[in-house]
Every structure is written in C-alpha cells, then in structure tokens.
C-alpha cells in the first residue's frame, strides 16, 4: 500500500485524514492469535482519538490524539489496565 498519502496528511497536520489513511493487514490476524492486541483495540477505541493501530508485526500498539492532554489521559489508562508500557510522544515544533 502507498504511503504518501499518510505522509502528506501527517506533514499536513491533517490528523483525521491521516488516520483514514493507516492500515495493517497484520492486526486482524494478531487478534485471532493474541487477545492482548483485541484488548488494546477496545481501549483505544472506546477514546475520541483520531485514529489507531497495531504497529508492524506487533511490536507496539499507537494512536492518534488530538491534544497532548488527551494523549497522556490515553496513556494513563493504558497503564492502569497493565498491558505495558505506555509512552506519549509528540512531532512537530
């Protein structure tokens, strides 16, 4: 699948577009096999966020936030439900 098309919204700043654009045709596999990764998509999904994934073979889970402060709500939830570690990274200026 292209790319470009993430990466032009992300240069963007178009972070719903973005989110449209993510796929991994790994995730529903993974969940079949691993129920931490179903887990980790209800999480992140009962969160107003942007968009979210399964990263690469499944090495991280990622989303999408709208604010720093949503993002750090999210990754405080992330680590009271004890699924690991959960970090807040942020691009840009």
Request: net charge positive.
């Amino acid at each position: 699948k292209n790319v470009n098309p993430l990466i032009e919204c992300l240069k963007r700043g178009r972070l719903s577009q973005a989110a449209r654009c993510m796929h991994n045709a790994l995730q529903p596999v993974a969940e079949q096999m691993n129920s931490e990764v179903t887990q980790l998509r209800k999480i992140f999904n009962s969160e107003s966020i942007f968009g979210h994934m399964m990263s690469g073979s499944g090495s991280a889970y990622f989303g999408i936030c709208a604010t720093q402060r949503q993002a750090r709500r999210m990754a405080c939830r992330l680590q009271d439900s004890q699924m690991g570690m959960a970090f807040v990274a942020q691009s840009g200026p």
